[in-house]
Antibody, heavy 124, light 108 residues
C-alpha cells in the first residue's frame, strides 16, 4: 500500500524558516517524481514545486510565489522528501501536501497518491 | 499560466442523482492533460481521472471524464453517500500545473 506522511508543520513568525518532511513507503521511491502542493485555509489547491527522480538528475522547479525561498530535496536512502521553506510570509499559511506523480512522470504531471498534509501557520 | 474555472461552485443533489461538473481552461490544455481529484474531510486527496477520461486505479465506473481543448467535465452517474465531497480539476499540459477552485457536491 502506498503511503505518504508529512510532518514538520508548525506555527512560525514571518521571516522564519521551517523544514517539512514527507516519508514515502509502498512504492519505488527512488524512481518517483514528487511534488509539494499547498492549500490555504478554506481555499483551493496550489502547486508549490517538484523534484524529479535521482535517475533524472533530481531537477527541481517551483511556482513563482515560492521560487528563491523554498527548496525541495530528497533522500532516497530514507525514502523521504523535504521542503525547506525560508523567509516565510503570512500568505504561505496552508496545509502542505506531498504528492507522487503518476504515470510516466517524464510525460505526465498528475498526482496518483497524496499524503494527509501538515499545517504551516505563519503569524506574528 | 492556464487558469481553470470550475462550475458550479456548489451542486446540491440527492443520493442516486447524476452530477455533472464543469472545468473550463483559459487556453487549450495540450494533449488533454487534465485530471480530476476528490477531497473528503479527513481523507487524502484521491485521483479520479487523468488524461481527461481515463479512470485511475480502483475508481468506480460511475465516475467518468470527458472533454478536450478548453472544456472538460466530470460526471458521477449515480451519487453514492461517499461521493459528497469537493472536486478539483488540474491541468498538467503546461507549467505551472494549475488547479481549479473546486466544486462542492453537497447533499440536498
Amino acid at each position: 500500500e502506498v503511503q505518504l506522511v508529512e510532518s514538520g508543520g508548525d506555527l512560525v513568525k514571518p521571516g522564519e524558516s521551517l523544514r517539512l518532511s514527507c516519508a514515502g513507503s509502498g512504492f519505488s521511491f527512488i524512481h518517483a517524481w514528487m511534488s509539494w502542493v499547498r492549500q490555504a485555509p478554506g481555499k483551493g489547491l496550489e502547486w508549490v514545486g517538484r523534484i524529479q527522480s535521482t535517475g533524472s538528475g533530481e531537477a527541481t522547479d517551483y511556482a513563482a510565489p515560492v521560487k528563491g525561498r523554498f527548496t525541495i530535496s530528497r533522500d532516497d536512502s530514507k525514502t523521504t522528501l523535504y521542503l525547506q521553506m525560508d523567509s516565510l510570509r503570512i500568505e504561505d499559511t496552508a496545509i502542505y501536501y506531498c504528492a507522487k506523480q503518476g504515470g510516466n512522470p517524464a510525460t505526465t504531471g498528475f498526482f496518483d497518491y497524496w499524503g494527509p498534509g501538515t499545517l504551516v501557520t505563519v503569524s506574528s | 499560466e492556464i487558469v481553470l474555472t470550475q462550475s458550479p461552485g456548489t451542486l446540491s443533489l440527492s443520493p442516486g442523482e447524476r452530477a455533472t461538473l464543469s472545468c473550463r481552461a483559459s487556453q487549450s490544455v495540450s494533449s488533454s492533460y487534465l485530471a480530476w481529484y476528490q477531497q473528503r474531510p479527513g481523507k487524502p486527496l484521491r485521483l479520479l481521472i487523468y488524461g481527461a477520461s481515463s479512470r485511475a486505479t480502483g475508481i468506480p465506473d460511475r465516475f467518468s471524464g470527458s472533454g478536450s481543448g478548453t472544456d472538460f467535465s466530470l460526471t458521477i452517474s449515480r451519487l453514492e453517500p461517499e461521493d459528497f465531497a469537493v472536486y478539483y480539476c488540474q491541468q498538467y499540459g503546461s507549467s505551472p500545473r494549475t488547479f481549479g477552485q473546486g466544486t462542492k457536491v453537497e447533499i440536498k
